[in-house]
């Protein structure tokens, strides 16, 4: 038995546990935190679950909203409404509906039971139903491959050698990422796409960090493989760049590319292409980082600036990478330190008319200068984009502490002027 409980009180939830698993010892109950991760992608439809059991409500948000929503998707999962009373307003709504409704002041073991029971039965047959239909068979189609246990939503990317898609997984129970080739195809460089898919999915898989992208599944269908990785909803670094940035923030993000970098690195991996667009973004605010250090990754990349006639992005190449030089760990912190300039200054160090004249800059030019009111962090920008690999960071753990050393000498400043701000307010109104 799989179930997503959308709720938020972690009581709330401990008890429903405990009644499911009387019945179920090894039920899968997967939990959705409005509050912290949000609504339910439009897309979703918890094809990979039995049922959806659903609170009345949380801070800030009213679970009979989201059921109307969610009850109008076709082809959603069947819902239970978990409701304040047994004889509220909202239970009463709800069972208009035909939707079944148990009350989570006094929770009746049996009619849980039963109401999940019957779900299951109601989704089983449905999901069937749907399989052997024609829109089902039509959903499975990516490209020329039918990949089972995916439907496909929409085409997010395709490239010379793969295509990527959006699509819900029944195995992962959510929205993934769907990279799609041909294992004959070859690429633009000669190597075999499906080789590809073998060493990202291995080297990802040996990286155990939360700032790396998530592997669901690799296989083979109809003569394609098929890679399905986490997806983003609000897609890359370069998107949020538009909107600007306070500084902490900015070093908060900084900081934690710095430290999937320490295990990227630790893993025997050098990432070789970082970007903005390969730093992914989730609603919780974290960064992962995608695309490791393949020759050439369009599906994925989601920027295509500057390809240059050497491997990478001259925008964010360090200057022996820009002249296929021997290139170790500090090459890809080269890389964030231009991130990180990007990010605080709104734009580049360094631009050009063509890529071998931003190259060129990237060795030949001065040191890029933030901002005046930026200069207590110059220092950090300048160990990083140092010309000389040995004058840079030595490793992304040292980078790691002097990112930190930044953001709580930033914290201080800015306890510093809190409180003159506060005795300034304090006087006033003593006078």
Same mark, same amino acid.
């Given at each position: 038995?799989?179930?997503?409980?959308?709720?938020?009180?972690?009581?709330?939830?401990? @008890?429903?546990?405990?009644?499911?698993?009387?019945?179920?010892?090894?039920?899968?109950?997967?939990?959705? !935190?409005?509050?912290?991760?949000?609504?339910?992608?439009?897309?979703?439809?918890?094809?990979?679950?039995?049922?959806?059991?659903?609170?009345?409500?949380?801070?800030? %948000? !009213?679970?009979?909203?989201?059921?109307?929503?969610?009850?109008? &998707?076709?082809?959603?999962?069947?819902?239970?409404?978990?409701?304040?009373?047994?004889?509220?307003?909202?239970?009463?709504? /709800?069972? *208009?509906?035909?939707?079944? #409704?148990?009350?989570?002041?006094?929770?009746?073991?049996?009619?849980?039971?039963?109401?999940?029971?019957?779900?299951?039965?109601?989704?089983?047959?449905?999901?069937?139903?749907?399989?052997?239909?024609?829109?089902?068979?039509?959903?499975?189609?990516?490209?020329?491959?039918?990949?089972?246990?995916? @439907?496909?939503?929409?085409?997010?990317?395709?490239?010379?050698?793969?295509?990527?898609?959006?699509?819900?997984?029944?195995?992962?129970?959510?929205?993934?990422?769907?990279?799609?080739?041909?294992?004959?195809?070859?690429?633009?460089?000669?190597?075999?796409?499906?080789?590809?898919?073998?060493?990202?999915?291995?080297?990802?898989?040996?990286?155990?960090?939360?700032?790396? /992208?998530?592997?669901?599944?690799?296989?083979?269908?109809?003569?394609?493989?098929?890679?399905?990785?986490?997806?983003?909803?609000?897609? !890359?670094?370069?998107?949020?760049?538009?909107?600007?940035?306070? #500084?902490?923030?900015?070093?908060?993000?900084?900081?934690?590319? *710095?430290?999937?970098?320490?295990?990227?690195?630790?893993?025997?991996?050098?990432?070789?292409?970082?970007?903005?667009?390969?730093?992914?973004?989730? !609603?919780?605010?974290?960064?992962?980082?995608?695309?490791?250090?393949?020759? @050439?990754?369009?599906?994925?990349?989601?920027?295509?600036?500057?390809?240059?006639?050497?491997?990478?992005?001259?925008?964010?190449?360090?200057?022996?990478?820009?002249?296929?030089?021997?290139?170790?760990?500090?090459?890809?912190?080269?890389?964030?330190? #231009?991130?990180?300039?990007?990010?605080?200054?709104?734009?580049?160090?360094?631009?050009?008319?063509?890529?071998?004249?931003?190259?060129?800059?990237? &060795?030949?030019?001065?040191?890029?200068?933030?901002?005046? /009111?930026?200069?207590?962090?110059?220092?950090?920008?300048?160990?990083?984009?140092?010309? @000389?690999?040995?004058?840079?960071?030595?490793?992304?753990?040292?980078?790691?502490?002097?990112?930190? +050393?930044?953001?709580?000498?930033? %914290? +201080? &400043?800015?306890?510093?002027?809190?409180?003159?701000?506060? *005795?300034?307010?304090?006087? /006033? &109104?003593?006078?």
């Amino acid at each position: 038995m799989r179930l997503l409980l959308v709720e938020h009180d972690p009581r709330q939830r401990a @008890r429903l546990r405990q009644h499911l698993s009387c019945s179920w010892p090894d039920i899968d109950l997967v939990v959705h !935190d409005p509050p912290q991760r949000g609504p339910l992608p439009p897309e979703f439809l918890a094809q990979g679950y039995d049922a959806v059991l659903l609170a009345h409500g949380w801070p800030g %948000g !009213d679970g009979l909203t989201w059921l109307r929503e969610l009850h109008g &998707r076709e082809g959603f999962a069947p819902i239970i409404f978990l409701s304040e009373r047994p004889d509220d307003a909202a239970a009463a709504e /709800v069972l *208009a509906l035909g939707i079944e #409704v148990v009350a989570q002041s006094r929770i009746e073991h049996a009619r849980l039971v039963a109401a999940v029971e019957a779900a299951a039965r109601h989704q089983r047959a449905a999901l069937a139903h749907w399989r052997g239909s024609e829109a089902g068979r039509m959903a499975r189609r990516f490209g020329e491959a039918e990949i089972g246990g995916y @439907r496909r939503v929409r085409q997010l990317a395709t490239g010379s050698a793969s295509s990527l898609y959006l699509a819900e997984s029944e195995r992962a129970g959510a929205l993934v990422a769907l990279k799609v080739t041909s294992v004959a195809q070859r690429d633009a460089d000669g190597e075999q796409s499906f080789e590809r898919f073998l060493q990202e999915h291995e080297i990802i898989q040996r990286i155990r960090q939360p700032g790396i /992208v998530r592997l669901y599944e690799l296989g083979i269908s109809d003569e394609h493989a098929y890679l399905a990785m986490e997806y983003f909803p609000l897609g !890359d670094l370069r998107r949020r760049m538009r909107r600007g940035f306070e #500084v902490r923030e900015a070093l908060t993000l900084v900081l934690g590319i *710095a430290r999937a970098l320490d295990a990227v690195h630790s893993a025997g991996v050098l990432h070789r292409d970082l970007k903005p667009g390969n730093v992914m973004l989730r !609603d919780d605010g974290s960064i992962a980082l995608i695309d490791f250090g393949l020759a @050439r990754h369009e599906a994925l990349a989601f920027e295509t600036t500057d390809p240059g006639l050497i491997f990478g992005t001259p925008h964010y190449m360090s200057p022996e990478q820009g002249h296929g030089e021997p290139i170790d760990e500090r090459s890809d912190l080269y890389s964030l330190g #231009v991130i990180c300039y990007e990010m605080l200054a709104g734009e580049k160090p360094y631009v050009a008319g063509n890529p071998m004249a931003i190259i060129y800059l990237h &060795r030949k030019a001065p040191l890029p200068k933030l901002p005046p /009111v930026l200069a207590p962090i110059q220092p950090l920008i300048e160990r990083f984009l140092a010309k @000389r690999p040995e004058d840079r960071f030595a490793t992304a753990g040292e980078a790691t502490r002097a990112i930190e +050393d930044s953001l709580a000498r930033l %914290g +201080d &400043r800015e306890n510093v002027a809190a409180g003159s701000a506060g *005795a300034q307010r304090g006087s /006033v &109104r003593s006078s």
